[in-house]
């Protein structure tokens, strides 16, 4: 839950990178609560306005990160244009954001596993 906190604080952030592990926490919880909303609870206690808020309000955060952590693996965010071919182009995107990041700094900032002291 802190991972997904994270990302939300910095969900206008283009520059940087961002870790495998903080990029797909962020995208489970997300998913988990988009369902939570759009089949748990959404029936009872909210109204579908509730669910289009979530996404709309966190649809930047997702964009950005997926920005970010493609940026990790050393490439641009034109990538994430990518996911719009059908399947092949899914599939490029895919490995972009599975792809273990760069080691080192690259063109797009230091390396954000690297601890600070």
Do not use: Q
């Amino acid at each position: 839950m802190i991972e997904y906190l994270k990302v939300l604080r910095h969900s206008f952030r283009l520059n940087g990178r961002l870790t495998r592990r903080s990029f797909w926490c962020f995208f489970i919880i997300h998913v988990i609560i988009t369902l939570f909303l759009a089949y748990g609870v959404v029936s009872y206690w909210f109204t579908e306005a509730a669910l289009l808020g979530y996404v709309v309000m966190t649809c930047p955060a997702l964009i950005t990160s997926s920005c970010r952590r493609l940026h990790d693996s050393g490439y641009s965010f034109r990538w994430l244009f990518m996911g719009l071919v059908p399947v092949l182009g899914t599939l490029f995107l895919l490995y972009g954001l599975l792809k273990k990041g760069e080691p080192y700094h690259n063109r797009f900032g230091p390396n954000p596993r690297v601890w600070k002291h």
